[in-house]
């Protein structure tokens, strides 16, 4: 079993960066495919970006070319730099796990959240 928390979120300025940690305990990182999600207020939560155990990365179109997920196996922590940041991107950013090798596309483990605020 693979506990998540994430940190790092906070409130930035338009064109701001933040980066946001996912800390997993309970087992290692290895062969696990993470994913950051996000939700706002009123909508339904959304892929924002994921990357495979072996380093193969996806993003949503609303974020391609201004954030980058990336992993640390030894740290079990992985990251979501995000740049350019937009009034849009504000919401609530969710960490997920999944096993790699998981016949299912569904993400059993989640974090608490991390709020990020974009202002104007």
């Known amino acids: 079993q693979v506990q998540l928390v994430e940190s790092g979120g906070g409130l930035v300025q338009t064109g701001g960066s933040l980066r946001l940690s996912c800390a997993a305990s309970g087992r290692t990182l290895g062969s696990l495919r993470m994913a950051w999600f996000r939700q706002s207020p009123g909508k339904e939560r959304q892929f924002v970006a994921r990357i495979s155990s072996g380093g193969t990365t996806n993003y949503a179109d609303s974020v391609k070319g201004r954030f980058t997920i990336s992993r640390d196996n030894a740290k079990k922590t992985a990251y979501l730099q995000m740049d350019s940041l937009k009034v849009e991107d504000t919401a609530v950013y969710y960490c997920?796990?999944?096993?790699?090798?998981?016949?299912?596309?569904?993400?059993?483990?989640w974090g608490q959240g991390t709020q990020v605020t974009v202002s104007s």
């Open positions: 997920a796990a999944r096993p790699e090798l998981s016949v299912s596309d569904s993400y059993p483990t």
